[in-house]
């Protein structure tokens, strides 16, 4: 199994940034697919997840009308679309994976109910 998130950089605040991560070894539409994150010296923290065919999604407050994720499941592929982007978004970001037949957001906004994670990649947000 391989989750690989691209996509991260360094921008300015207010700018935008377009993540993605590629799937592999899994039934990718049998999983809710998530995005966190993980600031140095913190935990890391829920940001977004997306339900198996997309109906549905589920955001942190922090990025709520910023933040847009997206899935295409003929292309294994999880987006996270970023806007607005403000220093407090700095942060390696991680896709993961939640093999679950029910969408609970207690359940996953919860990092350690994820089953597979992606490698992280960096997002700098300068002020």
């Known amino acids: 199994v391989q989750l690989q998130a691209s996509g991260g950089g360094l921008v300015q605040a207010g700018g935008s940034l377009r993540l993605s991560c590629v799937a592999s070894?899994?039934?990718?539409?049998?999983?809710?697919m998530g995005w966190f994150r993980q600031a140095p010296g913190k935990e890391r923290d829920f940001v977004a997840a997306?339900?198996?065919?997309?109906?549905?999604?589920h955001y942190a407050d922090s990025v709520k009308g910023r933040f847009t994720i997206s899935r295409d499941n003929a292309k294994y592929t999880v987006n996270l679309q970023m806007n607005n982007l403000v220093p407090e978004d700095t942060a390696v970001y991680y896709c993961?994976?939640?093999?679950?037949?029910?969408?609970?957001?207690?359940?996953?906004?919860?990092?350690?109910?994820?089953?597979?994670w992606g490698q992280g990649t960096q997002v700098t947000v300068s002020s």
């Open positions: 993961a994976a939640y093999l679950t037949r029910t969408w609970h957001i207690a359940s996953i906004s919860t990092a350690r109910k994820y089953d597979y």
């Open positions: 070894g899994i039934t990718f539409n049998n999983y809710i």
């Open positions: 997306i339900t198996w065919r997309g109906g549905n999604t």
